[in-house]
């Protein structure tokens, strides 16, 4: 099979002193290696003529394909437009088409166009715009001696459906690539990158060989490790039969007690969905944490079904007042089980989490980094603690994922 | 004065695959703007021999320095050092200094330094390593034809230490840029870009005919619009006196009232620090943002001066029972008004914000984005409502910030 190179190029001079991260260029080749499609460079340039083209026939040298963002909008500092048009060595024609599309996203927002808006009208001639068409920014497709410049806005929203829906099947569709690609990624806490990677060498070295799949490990820190399984084959059946099969095969060697999710969800979706599940309301007592336990909860919609709420008892006096703790060190394993006791007590909710620790950068009566975590379930508390080594942020990041992992193998063994 | 140049080459596999965002080179382009130094590409390129040295030399031909970030670990798969050696036409050497340096980090930490470390004590011939070395990959300085290669890791504190103490004050000595430049700037909320852009049009021109100082708006979304006074000179006295002036002009054009911080603080910060100059301690009753004001809070060091705690009464029979809030629609200035009240008592705390709202999906009796938000100063509770089309996340962001500045400003009032 021909093998087909996709590269990118990201315009604006914003992203050139750091203003915006450029993340629409790790998305876009994010999707077309999902999709079987190589990509070998990115390029960042900023709003300048002579720049953007040198860019854009450098990229037409070395790849097939071409996916510019960025430069598409309104304004004199939006040169994309004019630079394909000259390295296509074309002029640029007004499509009345567009501009009556452009003029009726308008006016149903009962604006009126402004002139400027125009010329994002304007398509190189012998380039087409693309079907989709989100905003009022037009992307287009080049034909260019052979390959192919794909123009996409910079705002991510517009630019995601554009290479979705249009530009990555339309790549496909040109080089013959009628396999189809998928991927399922299972999501993991509590053991390391390496430590899978060992264990898992086998089926790697197998699929290896196979060559029906692959095995990938992402670290997202925080969030634990993903392990993503992608397949290629010739219909949806097959590659789902075989995604299913060797995510079962993964589950197998490394424990099914690590995985938290066979469907890329975060802790805190798989916990929402373990009480719903089971009928159980929820809780959280944070001290440490201050409410980022209860902020990941509630940011998934949904979650008002299950989480009742939370008692922040950050000063000790706070502790004693409104969850009955009794006097004594607040980072302790009994400080920390009343908590949890009293905030189902409180909120009247049947299972709970709660945190105390010192999360630094000063030491208290308390060691920095430590942290005492609670879990109440049915009534029964059970605690553990940790000394995490590492900074404040990811003291509270650490804390809120482990207890919440813990309060999931109590919920998952209770079903 | 000439000119000076610089680019940026990350290499790493994963960041084209979308793995990793690259972070990196926006942080490196973002401090050569800062110190001068002009930079038009940014190139990402996979672990590929060919295609970094191709990168390499392209970047040689059109800039005057070359900051290649990542591909500096002990493994085969970092390639930088071995490709910039082909690059100079040149052997790598191994250096006993460098041995000696990586040795003894291992020994310090009591582990043996493994075999494949030595591969990053090796040198191309005429290169340097950069005198700072933050963990075990050396930097360098690799002089060719005129024009200078600098390599540093792709772990982000050791590439920064390095950019900052060694590669950024070596560009700018072999360049004779002389001149100091210090940039400080300013947090708003409350208006747009376009607006601040209007208000301060006659500043941005007169700037631009004096050319002591630029202004820039950054726009940071939910964390409000920054505007950065940036300014040069030849000595720190005379350069912040510069900026000290202009950002005067700046608060007297805009109004002080918009501006939260005059140090690139947070608002969250600004609240712990107006609590705290004032002696007052800080309570919330957050429903809809469900924790995350007190989590934004919390995330700051010395927040435990002020902060003494929260109530998340995300159902509404917790509004009841914690929080004595009487029965009738929980999206409301009554509701709000009282959550904020009894926040108060309940924490023992002197101020407080209290916020009630939908924010999605689902429309239940409320809108969607229909968010109530009170605060509570000495004992006098205000409230007002504003209805964000925004999807949940946003809703959440924006409403955080909002009341949060409701507050600010009753506090900067009552001073």
Known sequence: MKRISCEVVAVGTELLL??????????????????????FFQTKVGDNPERIKSVLRQALNRSDYVIVCGGLGPTQDDLTRDMIAEVMGVELRLRDDLVEKIASMFSGRNR?????????????????PLAVMPGTAPGLKAPIGGKTIYAVPGVPWEMKQMVTSCI????????????????????????????????LSNDIERLDQEGT???????????????????????????????????KKVSRTIGDEIIFSHNDQSMESTIIQLCRSQGLSLGVAESMTGGLIASRITSHSGSSDVFKGGIIPYANEVK???????????VSKVTVEQMAKSVCEVLNCDV?????????PTAMEDEVGRVWMATSVDGKVESFTIKWPFDRDRVRQFTTISVL???????????
């Open 352 to 360: 709970s989490v709660a945190i105390s620790g010192n999360a630094g």
């Open 18 to 39: 750091g203003q915006i991260v450029d993340t629409n260029s790790s998305w876009i080749g994010e999707q077309l290696a999902l999709s079987g499609i190589d990509s």
């Open 168 to 199: 990555i099947p339309d790549i496909r569709t040109e080089a013959g690539l009628t396999s189809i690609i998928r991927s399922k990624t299972l999501r993991t806490w509590g053991d390391s990158e390496s430590g899978l990677a060992e264990k």
């Open 405 to 415: 992992n813990a309060l999931r193998l109590r919920l998952s063994n209770r079903q």
């Open 112 to 128: 009126r166009m402004p002139e400027n808006n125009l010329r994002q009208a304007m398509v190189p001639e012998g380039a087409e």
């Open 320 to 330: 004693h007042a409104v969850l009955h703790v009794a006097d004594g060190p607040a």
């Open 213 to 247: 799949a692959t095995i990938a490990f992402l670290a997202s820190g925080i969030e634990g490790l993903k392990i993503r399984i992608t397949a290629k084959g010739d219909s949806e059946e097959k590659v789902n039969a075989i995604l299913e099969a060797e995510a």
